[in-house]
């Protein structure tokens, strides 16, 4: 079984944002929403300045509060380890926006919860995600993390790498080289 | 077998779209087109137009409906990507606020009064040619003239000097590159051009001046930007903004604004007294080193420290890691480079520091770019244009070029009527009141115009000035000419249309030929349509049509681009060499080598107004593109924290800003942060529209060119320093 | 310096986080509410005092039927996707306090049925005669009485820990995270059901047995929340700063005035003076108690909203 996720290399990155527009094309996300976002973060006294801009998205956690606190199992953990819902089922009733550290949910208008599918219907081709496929500074990488041989677990051991918010537990699964 | 027969049916019926939008005449309508969309997805090449990179891209039809476009793999210069502009780029076909039909001012309303009535295209284009006809039989052909940017101009530039007229201009030269390719003319004979010849992704070390990659967007640097990252070439960059370049610097530099000729001539100084320089290349290949070698004795870091308030040892470093890491190493020309007025000198003095670091075309320095050799399709001969240009009379700037033009030197002309009247503008894609500087000046040219024509796809400031305002279709549903751009492989890529304009819409390439029509000139366009044109022109350079309509781009042979791929070093200045002490500057009464001058200082709580790009707009032009809009819908202006802290504004608090000339802006949110130095503000241009036609933009964020109401003009070109306005805060909004 | 842009702008997200409005507080009003009130309604049932003439343990079962509904036609009403309601019910998720909480309301529907059947209103029992039947034969067995007793405190035990789990379960909000907080919720609801109990209850015997037991809980109350915020202060950076919310931050005006000052402190004495018979029993400090409560609820859930993990600023540079 596959255990999917994303390296993003933070030094790349320039928080273009075509990520976000590539995502909201291709998966038709209404004018006013984002699945995914940026992060600038500026550290430091003028000119001495640190910045790392990160691309950021649903983290498909491995202990995913989102999908336990869901009361109908509209939010549930799919194959290869993305986290999804289940339109059909989610009754809009905010529980899991409400337990994502990440803030990576929101209420569809049509009434459901949406976010980050890590374009599975792309990946199911062997496609990359929307978002990884533009990036023009090639600085996503989508992967299997089950496969100690593909590109995201190799970029694991040869760099440096952080997490965002790790202390809330949820074992996030997107990873920034740094 | 299924799926083959089914995708042979998708791309008949997209050819057949497409040529149906291409003849123009059928104009279909929205629900007529949706009527006749055959469900499932169909895939279009084609080449964006959100900037002038165009980069190759392929269009995507979910339904008959435009679902996404992305980069075309084949493309060099996408290589399969596009930046956020061009992946945003099919909101340009939903825009709320596209014109959608002919305007012309209604009557008894003055310009600028956004006042216009609906017609037809004939009612507008026989306007348009009574009007030229009256201006040739009373001022003759010359005081016609015309602005125009981008690929689409071609077919009009071509019906106006068909007509005689040969004052055409654009905003890329005297208010972009100039300088720099006339910089780099002078010095190595030969110019940067667009895209530009520089080894990025292979370089080791790269200085940049300004040119801020990663905010500006142009496609394959970026990319190749990120290779160099990751490559770990030494980056250095010298901003007194803290970039997103910056942010991946190796080495940044935080100058005081309008001081990088100091810097740039203690880097040569450090080079040379160090003997750290490319003394084979200089002595093969040099003219007047010594001369140069003598006048930057002077220039050392010490003394640059003072002027740019870089420490001495940190220019030292970075002058020894270029030199360490060459010939693969190199200092951008940048692109957007008239920022003081002396901005030629400014390029001459990088191309020079280049020349030392014998980078030219060398493997991660520059390369030698190529192009295909397309073959004119054959019109008839122009009639004589006997007459000097308007935009440069008595070669008052003497390097300025034809091929561009001065924007600004046209615009005097038309204020002035010396060196003879200019009584029509045609103007296509360009905003002149954003893009050039002192609106007050444009405004007063078209004052003293018989016929103002603008050609757009949105009613910007400069529609609201028009007499005549024709809606063009957009890119992605019109043909163009090719493109055939000088790159690392020379290539060729194709526009063609991937949806229906939605309106009463037409492609340039029709107006053209249609104005050309009323104009008695028709025969100037002996195309059906552009298709047929493209076909033509395409199939006698040896490269298949059909292969280009189904790939969208073909490659042309692969040339070696560098001396280690066999390429030779040729410098085509007088001298045959690399000009480090010019004679022909000289000669025109200008330093030979480059000067510094002290630039002029804010007053007392007036802080250097700096501008730039954000990687998801394009200038003036994609506010009101539903899908980039909502990535920003307002620009803010960057104030140093500690000068927040001392003037009381807060972040996110709105402002208005004020300049020397008492101009008063548009309020615009402040963005308080350690990014910027503090003795600047930054914008990103192009916010502020005061257009009251574009809804969705107007009045959001605030404008730099409003602010830009001074200007230094370079004696060489004709480039307008925009740099060198100076704003302070007004706190009630 | 530290500087975070986060570009995101979601509708109810971005930049302060409000996916749940006033349903929610009132909602979880009326479930502590209810739950308190069938702790009470059983306990009176168990030890026998509902064979006293006019015990409120009649009429409170009916009360909280009408209190519960209207609990849930708020939850109802605020989710976003209504239609989809039964979803609820086909499932059930042993992990999510909120499926928990579906089904447990089913459970109270029927328990406080019964509970209010045993002893029907006379005008009503006129019209309905086969349920004053069913409830005189219910009635009758000690055992089915003492059942419905015990299954009545059970659930609204039950019910009353529910509403803080709900919160406390979701960990992306610091000021949630307390392990302390069904013990607040539950305390609360018995309070203010006391309280409200003691607004109607016609036994005076019952009426200062109310007020005493609300006295306990009160202080109980108080002593939670001391201890939830010496929780939150003596733990993780960001619930230090969820603690700073109500110690000093934008909910602390509201939270010591109207939820500990008037909503605790000031009927408690009130009530300790009235049940030492310095003073009448006056119906000020139950209502005062009941308006703590409810501002407890809507305090609790915005603040919790307004905490998180991240600290940024919403522009775009
Ligand atoms: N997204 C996007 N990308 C674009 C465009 C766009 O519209 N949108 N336009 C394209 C075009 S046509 C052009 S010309 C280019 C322009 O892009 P560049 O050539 O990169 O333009 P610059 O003016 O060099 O860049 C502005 C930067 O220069 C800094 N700067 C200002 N004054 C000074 C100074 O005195 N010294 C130094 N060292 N730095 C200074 C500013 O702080 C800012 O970071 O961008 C191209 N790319
Ligand atoms: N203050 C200030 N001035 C500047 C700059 C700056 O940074 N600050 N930058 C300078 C630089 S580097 C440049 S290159 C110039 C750019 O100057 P311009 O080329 O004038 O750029 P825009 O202001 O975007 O105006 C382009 C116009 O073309 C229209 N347009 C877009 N697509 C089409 C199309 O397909 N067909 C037609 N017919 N019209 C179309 C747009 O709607 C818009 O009105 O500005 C220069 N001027
Ligand atoms: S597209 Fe790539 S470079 Fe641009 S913001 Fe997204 S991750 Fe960063
Ligand atoms: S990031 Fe949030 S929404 Fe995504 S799996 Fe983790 S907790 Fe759930
Ligand atoms: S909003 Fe939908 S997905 Fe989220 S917890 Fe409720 S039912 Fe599940
Ligand atoms: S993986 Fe797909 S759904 Fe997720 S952010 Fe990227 S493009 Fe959007
Ligand atoms: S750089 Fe971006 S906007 Fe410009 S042509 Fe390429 S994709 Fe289009
Ligand atoms: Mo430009």
Redesign the pocket.
């Known amino acids: 079984m596959a255990r999917y996720g994303m390296v993003i290399d933070t030094k790349k990155c320039v928080g273009c944002q075509d990520c976000v527009v590539a995502c909201k094309t291709e998966n038709q996300v209404p004018h006013g929403y984002s699945r995914d976002w940026l992060a600038y973060e500026t550290i430091g006294k003028f000119p001495k300045l640190n910045m790392e801009i990160r691309t950021e998205r649903c983290n498909h956690c491995d202990n995913p509060p989102c999908v336990y606190c869901c009361p109908t199992g509209a939010s549930h953990i799919s194959d290869g380890g993305i986290v999804l819902v289940e339109h059909d089922k989610c009754i809009g009733c905010k529980a899991c926006v409400a337990s994502c550290p990440y803030d990576a949910r929101f209420v569809h208008p049509e009434g459901y919860v949406s976010k980050c599918t890590f374009c599975e219907h792309r990946v199911k081709e062997g496609k990359d995600p929307a978002c990884v496929s533009v990036c023009p500074t090639h600085c996503m990488y989508f992967g299997d993390f089950d496969d100690p041989e593909s590109e995201v677990s190799k970029l694991l051991q040869e760099r440096k790498y952080h997490a965002i918010i790790p202390e809330a537990g949820t074992k996030p699964h997107i990873y920034y080289l740094t | 077998m299924n799926a083959v027969s089914r995708r042979k049916f998708l791309k008949i019926s997209a050819a057949t779209i497409a040529s149906a939008t291409a003849l123009g005449t059928v104009s279909c309508t929205r629900d007529k087109i949706k009527a006749s969309a055959e469900k499932g997805i169909k895939t279009i090449p084609t080449y964006c ?1 959100i900037c002038f990179w165009k980069c190759g891209a392929i269009a995507t039809l979910k339904d008959g409906e435009l679902w996404k476009i992305e980069g075309n793999p084949v493309d060099p210069l996408s290589r399969g990507r596009l930046c956020p502009r061009g992946t945003g780029g099919i909101g340009a076909y939903s825009d709320p606020d596209r014109l959608k039909t002919p305007l012309i001012r209604k009557k008894g309303s003055k310009r600028g009064e956004e006042e216009f009535v609906s017609v037809t295209w004939d009612e507008a284009l026989t306007y348009i040619a009574d009007k030229m006809n009256d201006i040739k039989s009373k001022y003759g052909a010359q005081s016609m003239a015309a602005f125009s ?1 981008g690929t ?1 101009g071609k077919f009009l530039k071509h019906t106006l000097k068909a007509y005689g007229a040969k004052n055409i201009v654009a ?2 030269f005297a ?2 590159r100039g300088p720099r390719e006339v910089g780099f003319e002078l010095t190595n004979g030969n110019f940067i051009g667009s895209p530009e010849r520089t080894d990025i992704k292979d370089t080791k070390c790269m200085a940049l001046i300004g040119s801020h990659l990663g905010e500006n967007m142009h496609n394959s640097q970026v990319q190749e930007f990120s290779e160099a990252i990751a490559n770990d070439a030494s980056i250095i960059v010298v901003d007194p903004r803290f970039s997103v370049a910056a942010g991946k610097a190796k080495y940044y530099l935080p100058i005081k604004p309008g001081t990088d000729l100091a810097l740039l001539l203690s880097w040569m100084n450090v080079m040379i007294s160090e003997g750290i320089y490319d003394k084979k290349f200089v002595e093969d290949f040099g003219f007047g080193f010594e001369q140069l070698a003598e006048e930057v004795k002077k220039y050392t870091p010490e003394w640059a420290y003072v002027e740019t308030g870089i420490e001495p040892d940190l220019i030292r470093a970075t002058a020894r890691e270029l030199a360490k890491n060459k010939p693969a190493s190199f200092i951008h020309p940048g ?2 480079v008239t920022w003081y007025g002396d901005d030629t000198q400014r390029s001459r003095a990088i191309a020079i520091l280049n020349s030392l670091l014998g980078n030219w075309n060398r493997k991660g320095g520059f390369y030698e770019p190529s192009k295909v050799s397309l073959p004119k399709y054959p019109t008839p001969a122009y009639p004589e244009m006997a007459y000097e240009k308007a935009d440069n009379p008595g070669k008052k700037w003497p390097l300025l070029g034809d091929a561009e033009g001065s924007t600004t030197g046209l615009r005097d002309a038309t204020i002035t009527g010396k060196p003879y009247p200019i009584k029509g503008w045609l103007v ?5 009141i ?4 002192d609106e007050r000046e444009t405004i007063a040219a078209i004052n003293n115009l018989d016929l103002l024509v603008v ?4 009613p ?1 400031e ?1 529609a609201g000035y028009a007499d005549v305002v024709l809606p ?1 279709s ?2 992605l549903e019109r043909h163009d000419e090719f493109n055939n751009a000088p790159f690392r492989q020379s290539f060729l890529s194709i526009r063609q249309p991937v949806i229906a304009s939605p309106d009463d819409q037409k492609p ?1 390439w029709w107006i053209a030929k249609k104005l050309a029509e009323k104009l008695g000139l028709g025969h100037y366009h002996p195309w059906k349509n552009l298709d047929d044109y493209l076909r033509y022109t395409s199939e006698k350079a040896g490269f298949s049509y059909e292969r280009l309509k189904k790939e969208g781009v073909i490659l042309g042979p692969k040339k070696p681009i560098n001396v280690e791929e066999g390429a030779t070093q040729d410098f085509w200045t007088k001298s045959g060499k690399v000009e480090f002490y010019s004679t022909h500057l000289e000669e025109l009464g200008f330093d030979p080598i480059p000067k510094y001058t002290k630039p002029e200082q804010p007053p007392s709580g007036y802080f250097r107004l700096l ?2 790009r954000a990687p998801m707009h ?4 994609t506010q009101t593109n539903p899908l980039l809009s909502e990535l920003m819908d307002e620009n803010v202006v960057w104030v140093n924290n500690d000068v927040a802290r001392q003037y009381g504004i807060e972040n996110g608090q709105y402002i208005k800003l004020k300049n020397q000339d008492g101009i008063i802006g548009s309020k615009v949110k402040v963005y308080a942060t350690e990014r910027i130095r503090t003795d600047c503000v930054f914008m990103v ?2 916010f502020g529209h005061r257009s009251k036609a574009l809804k969705s933009a107007y009045l959001k964020g605030g404008s ?2 409003l602010m ?1 109401t001074k200007y230094k003009v370079d004696p060489i070109m004709s480039g307008t320093g ?1 740099n060198v306005n100076f704003v302070t805060f007004e706190t009630e909004a | 310096m530290h500087e975070l842009i986060i570009t995101r702008s979601n509708h109810l997200i971005d930049p302060i986080f409000t996916p749940w409005g006033w349903e929610i507080p009132i909602y979880l009003f009326l479930g502590g509410l209810v739950a308190g009130m069938m702790i009470i309604s059983g306990y009176f049932i168990l030890s026998g005092r509902h064979q006293k003439k006019d015990c409120s343990c009649f009429v409170v079962p009916t009360v909280a039927l009408a209190l519960i509904s209207i609990g849930m036609t708020a939850l109802f009403l605020d989710l976003e996707h209504k239609l989809y309601v039964w979803r609820l019910y086909t499932t059930f998720q042993w992990t999510s306090p909120m499926s928990w909480g579906a089904w447990i309301l089913l459970l109270v529907y029927p328990i406080l049925t019964l509970n209010a059947i045993l002893k029907i209103p006379e005008n009503i029992a006129k019209k309905l005669p086969w349920l004053k039947n069913i409830g005189e034969k219910l009635s009758g067995r000690k055992f089915a009485v003492k059942v419905i007793g015990a299954m009545s405190m059970i659930s609204g035990g039950i019910l009353g820990m529910y509403t803080g789990v709900l919160l406390s379960t979701l960990v992306a909000r610091p000021a949630w995270n307390s392990s302390m907080l069904w013990i607040l919720f539950l305390v609360s609801g018995l309070s203010a059901a006391a309280a409200f109990i003691h607004l109607f209850a016609k036994r005076e015997d019952e009426r200062r047995l109310l007020a005493k037991a609300d006295n306990g809980f009160l202080i109980a109350e108080l002593m939670i929340v001391a201890l939830i915020i010496i929780g939150f202060l003596t733990s993780s950076e960001v619930q230090n700063a969820a603690a700073m919310l109500f110690i000093n931050g934008p909910y602390a005006a509201v939270f010591w005035v109207f939820v500990v000052g008037l909503g605790m402190v000031v009927p408690l004495f009130i009530q300790l003076f009235a049940v030492n018979d310095k003073i009448q029993h006056t119906p000020i400090a139950p209502i005062m108690v009941m308006v703590g409560g409810l501002i407890l609820r809507f305090v609790i859930v915005s603040a919790g909203q307004y905490s998180g993990w991240f600290t940024g600023t919403f522009t775009t540079p």
């Open positions: 137009n940017h689409g905003p890329s208010q972009c692109r957007h296509y894609a360009t905003n002149l954003q893009s050039l500087p050609i757009d796809v949105i910007n400069i063009e957009i890119y340039n501008f730039g394009t200038f003036s032009m241009h192009g730099d060119s830009v925009m």
